[in-house]
């Protein structure tokens, strides 16, 4: 059977990963409507496609821009705590979905190490997109994505390292600073490597985890989640590179955070807390495009599965005019037809057969 969308009635408190049993609430407002009267949502019709180009390669312009629509968004949070479009709001439905906030009758819902991980964040990703355009009156507004499967995306980009600006988060491990090159299959290790050979190894995983490791739907989405069964089986990409540039990304593990408790990697390197760094929604623009990309490399047998209990999945956001949706992972596989695409960058990784 599908995953339902998580009726609002059930969300309680969720609990921090990997820590010591934390509660946290992160639930979204109250519905304006009974849950079971919401709609399903209809693409709507659209003009001009949003497109998302990669990150390191944007004008100050674009930056401005991206800076302005997040401050609107972070204002939200002291002027209106309880409007779903801002951005603590936001960042709560990762939490919501991923810490155990949704019981679905009487199993927790998670929305990793499965196949509802691609079609879930495709979807935040769409509403947040649609959001951060209305409130700076932009309809074609469209994320940036960190390209880091290419050699100049493999840093930070430096729009997020800016500080003092509304994309800076000073929870993030300061190893992520000054251009440093990230490692794509690092867990936590760190190996004496130099740039070069970091970039090439990048490349070579890259190929691993898109190509030799993914020839068929399920090794790439990940295995079905059926409620209950506790799977834990992620597709290649989401284990990695998705997995490290979290950890990457994250708070030091162990340091302590301003509160006198003990870090479990916030920002990015917790579930919980993950959406509340900015560069979440780049890192998962580029997460998104893989999957695009992968389906071009051999548009025959890499394909989005076809199963009904896949495609009739259910999620619940709101959009950007507060009203809440339901939406089906099957309304999700072709980003063209929700109107946004990527600006094609070269994927060097292709030719990095071991
Ligand atoms: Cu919902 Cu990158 O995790």
């Given at each position: 059977t599908p995953t339902p969308a998580p009726d609002l009635k059930t969300c309680g408190r969720a609990t921090i990963s990997d820590?010591?049993?934390?509660?946290?609430?992160?639930?979204?407002?109250?519905?304006?409507?009974?849950?079971?009267?919401?709609?399903?949502?209809?693409?709507?019709p659209m003009t001009k496609l949003r497109i998302r180009s990669p990150a390191h390669a944007v004008d100050e312009e674009y930056i401005a821009k991206?800076?302005?629509?997040?401050?609107?968004?972070?204002?939200?949070?002291?002027?209106?705590?309880?409007?779903?479009?801002?951005?603590?709001?936001?960042?709560?439905i990762?939490?919501?979905?991923?810490?155990?906030?949704?019981?679905?009758?009487?199993?927790?819902?998670?929305?990793?190490?499965?196949?509802?991980?691609?079609?879930?964040?495709?979807?935040?990703?769409?509403?947040?997109?649609?959001?951060?355009?209305?409130?700076?009156?932009?309809?074609?507004?469209?994320?940036?994505?960190?390209?880091?499967?290419?050699p100049k995306g493999m840093r930070l980009p430096p729009m997020f390292d800016c500080e003092r600006t509304p994309l800076y988060d000073e929870r993030r491990n300061p190893q992520v600073r000054n251009?440093?090159?990230?490692?794509?299959?690092?867990?936590?290790?760190?190996?004496e490597t130099n740039e070069l050979q970091l970039m090439n190894n990048n490349l070579t995983l890259m190929y691993r985890q898109m190509v030799t490791n993914a020839p068929c739907p399920l090794l790439f989405f990940g295995a079905p989640y059926v409620l209950g069964n506790n799977v834990d089986t992620p597709g290649t990409i989401e284990n990695i590179p998705h997995i490290p540039v979290h950890i990457w990304?994250?708070?030091?593990?162990?340091?302590?955070?301003?509160?006198?408790?003990?870090?479990?990697?916030?920002d990015m390197g917790n579930f919980y807390s993950a959406a509340l760094d900015p560069v979440f929604y780049c890192h998962h623009g580029?997460?998104?495009?893989?999957?695009?990309?992968?389906?071009?490399i051999e548009p025959?047998?890499?394909?989005?599965?076809?199963?009904?209990?896949?495609?009739?999945s259910e999620f619940f956001f709101y959009d950007e005019n507060k009203k809440p949706?339901?939406?089906?992972?099957?309304?999700?596989?072709?980003?063209?037809?929700?109107?946004?695409?990527?600006?094609?960058?070269?994927?060097?990784?292709?030719?990095?057969?071991?």
């Open positions: 820590g010591p049993p934390v509660c946290y609430t992160c639930c979204p407002p109250p519905m304006p409507t009974n849950f079971d009267t919401i709609p399903y949502y209809k693409l709507p991206y800076n302005l629509a997040t401050s609107r968004m972070k204002v939200l949070d002291k002027t209106e705590p309880l409007n779903p479009l801002g951005f603590k709001q936001q960042a709560n990762h939490c919501a979905y991923c810490n155990g906030g949704y019981l679905i009758g009487c199993k927790v819902l998670q929305v990793h190490n499965s196949w509802l991980f691609f079609p879930f964040h495709r979807w935040y990703l769409y509403f947040y997109e649609r959001i951060l355009g209305s409130l700076i009156d932009d309809p074609t507004f469209a994320l940036p994505y960190w390209n880091w499967d290419h251009r440093t090159v990230l490692d794509l299959g690092s867990f936590g290790d760190k190996v990304t994250g708070t030091v593990r162990g340091s302590t955070l301003p509160n006198g408790n003990t870090s479990y990697g916030e580029n997460v998104d495009r893989m999957w695009n990309e992968w389906k071009a025959t047998k890499r394909k989005d599965l076809s199963v009904p209990d896949w495609l009739n949706y339901r939406v089906k992972v099957g309304d999700c596989l072709d980003t063209k037809k929700m109107g946004y695409d990527y600006a094609p960058m070269p994927t060097p990784w292709r030719n990095f057969k071991p």
